[in-house]
């Protein structure tokens, strides 16, 4: 059974930080590609960044890159999202999901079968 946990989510203020986190089940941990992504309200669910736990390449949409860093930590079975300098467009729920395909440049909400219940950021 795979399962995703999201926690580290809230209210912060422009130019702030926050670090999101996601406990993967541990059959799922190094068997998938884990990624994140968001969605506002009335858009579109996008990719954020994707990596394989086991190590190797990190994928992040152009929106993010430079200001959001994903990493894993292989004993605790969790996967991270470090955001900085943060901005109000930023706001949204911020998912964990997990793929049985390979990682790929595209994060794309299709390639992904598992999901996580989602944890809330707003910028202001």
């Known amino acids: 059974d795979v399962q995703l946990v999201e926690s580290g989510g809230g209210s912060v203020q422009a130019g702030g930080s926050l670090k999101l986190s996601c406990v993967v089940s541990?059959?799922?941990?190094?068997?998938?590609?884990l990624g994140w992504f968001r969605q506002a309200p009335g858009e579109e669910r996008d990719g954020v960044a994707a990596?394989?736990?086991?190590?190797?390449?990190?994928y992040y949409s152009d929106s993010v890159k430079g200001r959001f860093t994903i990493s894993q930590d292989n004993a605790k079975n969790t996967l991270y999202l470090q955001l900085t300098s943060l901005r109000p467009e930023d706001t949204a729920m911020y998912y964990c999901?997990?793929?049985?395909?390979?990682?790929?440049?595209?994060?794309?909400?299709?390639?992904?079968?598992?999901w996580g219940q989602g944890t809330q950021v707003t910028v202001s």
């Open positions: 999901a997990a793929s049985r395909r390979a990682c790929a440049r595209n994060i794309l909400t299709s390639d992904f079968h598992y």
């Open positions: 541990e059959y799922a941990y190094m068997r998938h590609c």
């Open positions: 990596m394989w736990p086991g190590g190797g390449s990190t």
